[in-house]
């Protein structure tokens, strides 16, 4: 299967925050195939964790370095503490 990239735009935030200039770009890989990029996002793990769609994400990147993925899983990138 072909993935599908996708850059979130600023009509679909719903966190003002998300609309202000600085902050992380967050990758999200999902099992469909759809791989999606949010930028200027402020506090990377508590905007994951309130994702739809959750369990079928198998990899995350923040700015570029995977911080998290199903080959070593460990904790799930959301539920660490820390952000």
């Known amino acids: 299967m072909k993935p599908d990239y996708l850059k979130v735009g600023d009509k679909y935030r719903t966190n003002p925050l998300s609309l202000k200039p600085g902050g992380t770009t967050v990758t ?6 759809k791989i ?3 930028d200027k996002i ?16 198998f990899r995350v990147d923040i700015d570029g370095h995977e911080v998290w993925s199903v080959k ?12």
């Open 28 to 33: 999200v890989y999902r099992d469909d195939g």
């Open 36 to 38: 999606l990029t949010y």
């Open 42 to 57: 402020k506090r990377p793990r508590k905007y994951i964790g309130k994702l739809a769609r959750r369990e079928e994400i």
């Open 72 to 83: 070593d899983p460990g904790k799930r990138y959301w539920e660490q503490d820390g952000d």
